[in-house]
Every structure is written in C-alpha cells, then in structure tokens.
T-cell receptor, first 114, second 115 residues
Framework: DTEVTQTPKHLVMGMTNKKSLKCEQHMGHRAMYWYKQKAKKPPELMFV???????INESVPSRFSPECPNSSLLNLHLHALQPEDSALYLCASSQEGQGAYEQYFGPGTRLTVT | AQSVAQPEDQVNVAEGNPLTVKCTYS??????LFWYVQYPNRGLQFLLK????DNLVKGSYGFEAEFNKSQTSFHLKKPSALVSDSALYFC?????????????WGAGTKLIIKP
C-alpha cells in the first residue's frame, strides 16, 4: 500500500480565517513533506519532517505553521493567508532507506484564498 | 548548482508510436533520479526511479527510463503510447549526499497523445 491521504480536498478561506490541512500515511515512512504547487509548475518544497522533527523550513511565511503529532500524521495550520497563497498543497512521504527514496504524494488540497 | 532540465515544454505523439520525454541533470555527487506523472487536478504519481544497478529501469504503466551517466540524462520512454498517457511529466533528481531529502525538479513536460 503506497497511499497518502489528505483532507480536505478543497478549501475556500477568507484572509482572516484559520484552517488546517491534514495528511496521513501508514507506510512507516520516516520523512514527510509539505509542498505548494501552482498550475502546470513543479512542486515547491515548504517543509520536511524527519523522524517527526522539522528538518527543513524553506523560508516559508509564518502564516503557514506545520505540525507533526506522530509518525503517521502531518498538519499544516493556515492563518491570515493572502490571495497569492491559493494553490494545490501536496503532502508526501518517503521511507528513506533500503533503496526506497522515492516520495509518495497525496491527492492534494486545492486551496482558494478570497 | 544542482539542476534538472526538461528541454521540451510539450511533446506530441500519435497513439501507438513510441514516446520519449527528455531529462538531463546536474548534481555535484551521484544522483538518485525519479520520474513522476500528474494528471489534471490530481497529485503526483511516482513512475520509476534509478538508485543504483542496471541503467535501464522499468516502472509503472509500461514506462522505462535509461540512466546515462556520461550524458547526465534520464530520458523516459514507452514503446507504444496510449491516449491515457496524456499528462504532465516531471523529472526529479536528488544528490545521494544530501541528507535533507530534497528533490530538484524539472519544469515539467506536457505529453499529448493523439488518437
């Protein structure tokens, strides 16, 4: 099973709202990622968690706040977003060992900021 | 600097013909190489990878890719294209020395298979 699940599928939020995106994997993967993707562009890395610890924060604005409650779950808390933050937000995970370095992606959350 | 180039924004192929989507890379050390496919309004799906060993790797949906170290290339191929192969394809590379697990992505190639 190589499934990563994400909720919600779609989210519309105002600039003053607070919302959270959720991601889950049950593959025992050691690393989990958040990406932002604009239409027809490659994904842009936002955050990497390795063994539940934040290892990379790619200069992402503080209005995005990641959280890794346990090895299977990853959240992205959103607050006071801007219209330019509208995008597809993708979660991914990877095993990181035994030749398995590929990332498996969830279906994404389509975020619209109004 | 590490980079990935996909020189074609779009590739058009007739159904049943062979297809090739090109990818060249630049990393300071040895590479891990990956191909992903993205269908409209969907997440990215892993197709295949080169980590070590045989230069010709086979993946999902009949796709294969050949790692060429001298030409620093990892072109994606399929002997006979299907209309359902129409999608956006991304090549990605990772330096095996990079402990931060970061992928460097190509800009993507839109593959259109015409009936």
């Amino acid at each position: 099973d190589t499934e990563v699940t994400q909720t919600p599928k779609h989210l519309v939020m105002g600039m003053t709202n607070k919302k959270s995106l959720k991601c889950e994997q049950h593959m025992g993967h050691r690393a989990m990622y958040w990406y932002k993707q604009k239409a027809k562009k490659p994904p842009e890395l936002m955050f990497v968690y390795s063994y539940e610890k934040l290892s990379i924060n790619e200069s992402v604005p503080s209005r995005f706040s990641p959280e890794c409650p346990n090895s299977s779950l990853l959240n992205l808390h959103l607050h006071a977003l801007q219209p330019e933050d509208s995008a597809l937000y993708l979660c991914a995970s990877s095993q990181e060992g035994q030749g398995a370095y590929e990332q498996y992606f969830g279906p994404g959350t389509r975020l619209t900021v109004t | 600097a590490q980079s990935v180039a996909q020189p074609e924004d779009q590739v058009n192929v007739a159904e049943g013909n062979p297809l090739t989507v090109k990818c060249t890379y630049s990393v300071s050390g040895n590479p891990y190489l990956f191909w992903y496919v993205q269908y409209p309004n969907r997440g990215l799906q892993f197709l295949l990878k080169y980590i070590t060993g045989d230069n010709l790797v086979k993946g999902s949906y009949g796709f294969e890719a050949e790692f060429n170290k001298s030409q620093t290339s990892f072109h994606l191929k399929k002997p006979s294209a299907l209309v359902s192969d129409s999608a956006l394809y991304f090549c990605a590379v990772r330096d095996i020395e990079d402990s931060n697990y970061q992928l460097i992505w190509g800009a993507g190639t839109k593959l259109i298979i015409k009936p």
